[in-house]
């Protein structure tokens, strides 16, 4: 781990298994027989009109976080951002978004590379640079842009559907 993490290789550790087991559960904890094939909650959750887009970026923020804790280096954390922001643009897009969301999988894309660069500082491999605070401060402003965006252009559209609903009746 870089020099500056103030985490215990104990500690580092529990935030991986943590990780891991909330990607799994994210996007591969459902199995589907007749598919052979796995989704995760936030494929279900996904479903429901503009709170579910914004409920599964929430949740992959905490991935995101977590990496910031873990000293990860401000290239892979725009990485992390960039894979969410994919997912949940598209994920927009009803019913061609949630198949997008079922398949993509941000979450475990992120922990894979989470993991990776971990792996390589505790080898010893290589020392990025960790996120230094204006790269934190940039890592939490795009994520609450996200959020915003997600969900106010969820708000938009549904308020929109729901004033065409009221007036054919």
Known sequence: MPKSSS???KERRAILQQINSLAWLL???????????????EAIIGLIPAVGDVAGLLLS?????QAVRLGV?????????????????????????????ASFKANVRNVQLINQVTSQIDLDRTTP?????????????????LISVVGGTGVAVFSWVYSRLQQKR
């Open 129 to 145: 640079q960790p996120a230094n605070e204006a790269s934190i401060a940039m890592t939490i402003g795009a994520l609450a842009g």
């Open 61 to 65: 923020s905490i991935i995101v976080v």
């Open 27 to 41: 996007d591969n904890s459902i199995s589907i027989p007749w598919l052979n094939y796995r989704i995760g909650i």
């Open 73 to 101: 280096p401000q290239t892979v954390l725009m990485r992390l951002i960039l894979n969410i922001a994919i997912e949940a643009g598209v994920g927009m897009i009803p019913i061609a978004g949630d198949l997008f969301d």
């Open 7 to 9: 985490l215990s290789y």
